[in-house]
């Protein structure tokens, strides 16, 4: 048997945090229950670091986890969620692990200075819909417009977005400044 300290842990699965938290968003749609289920997978991996026979084991056995422990944040808070069948969350977790990861902290990063270039109220509604989890017609409630103009604002707003960071990345890149 192949024994993990706590450090090798940690080292083995940082690289894999981001797709994992995206894998937890995926299902419980909320970036907070995100976190915690990440953060309660690497408790129970760590509670376990002796059964692992070696870091692929880790690997594959802390993505189980993190989707089990989904499902039960799921049913603890009674959502009416519609879960994805079994085989769908395997096709999900495979692309997931078979991307590619060495520029998401550039692309974050981006994200975060592309972000604050918006209006204010842009940032509110992706606020609302991002992080709060509201669907598009309670962010429509809440902001007293039509679910209509919601939509179209925040397909406006991906693609302010999308073009940002695309500017920052190619910045990056050539060395040239980016606007």
């Given at each position: 048997?192949?024994?993990?300290?706590?450090?090798?842990?940690?080292?083995?699965?940082?690289?894999?945090?981001?797709?994992q938290i995206a894998l937890a968003w995926s299902i419980l749609r909320q970036s907070h229950m995100s976190e915690d289920a990440y953060q309660d997978m690497l408790a129970k991996v760590l509670a376990n670091r002796g059964i692992f026979e070696g870091?692929?084991?880790?690997?594959?056995?802390?993505?189980k986890v993190l989707r089990n422990r989904c499902y039960e944040l799921i049913r603890q808070r009674k959502y009416q969620m519609t879960?994805?069948?079994?085989?769908?969350?395997?096709?999900?977790?495979?692309?997931?692990e078979s991307r590619d990861t060495s520029d998401v902290a550039l692309r974050a990063d981006a994200l975060h200075d592309c972000l604050e270039g918006l209006s204010e109220r842009a940032r509110e509604t992706i606020r609302m819909r991002y992080?709060?989890?509201?669907?598009?017609?309670?962010?429509a409630e809440k902001l007293g417009r039509k679910p209509e103009a919601v939509y179209k604002a925040l397909q406006?707003?991906?693609?302010?977005l999308a073009d940002c960071i695309q500017r920052k990345l190619t910045a990056l890149e050539t060395g040239a400044p980016s606007s």
């Open positions: 048997m192949y024994f993990m300290d706590h450090s090798e842990i940690l080292k083995i699965l940082m690289p894999e945090r981001t797709k870091p692929q084991h880790l690997r594959d056995w802390s993505w879960l994805l069948d079994e085989s769908i969350l395997n096709l999900v977790d495979a692309e997931l992080f709060e989890g509201l669907r598009g017609k309670q962010v406006r707003t991906y693609t302010t």
